[in-house]
Nanobody, 120 residues
């Protein structure tokens, strides 16, 4: 059974920084894309950033220049460094990964979510 476990959320003031981590565990043959999504109250879940196994990255416009996604393939871990945080970044952040176990096709997995709150 594959699991994604996130850590690093919390409460921070406007302009502050946080670093989120997400580690995949279980029977894993290969991890393709890994990424971070967020969902604010009353809003749809949206992509924040993602990265391929080769290291290519993609960001939503509102976080470009402030957030950095990275991954450590040896540790099956993806990170999201968030700088210059704004109140509008407040949301539950979810890790997502496309993972292939030893048998079968790649599947999409989600973490349990971690709360990020930015106070003004």
């Amino acid at each position: 059974q594959v699991q994604l476990v996130e850590s690093g959320g919390g409460l921070v003031q406007d302009g502050g920084s946080l670093r989120l981590s997400c580690t995949a565990s279980g029977i894993i043959f290969k991890i393709n894309a890994m990424g971070w999504y967020r969902q604010a109250p009353g809003k749809q879940r949206e992509l924040v950033a993602d990265t391929t196994s080769g290291g290519s990255t993609n960001y939503r416009d509102s976080v470009k220049g402030r957030f950095t996604i990275s991954r450590d393939n040896a540790k099956n871990t993806v990170y999201l460094q968030m700088n210059s945080l704004k109140p509008e970044d407040t949301a539950v952040y979810y890790c997502n990964a496309e993972i292939q176990s030893l048998i079968g096709v790649p599947r999409n997995y989600w973490g349990q979510g971690t709360q990020v709150t930015v106070s003004s």
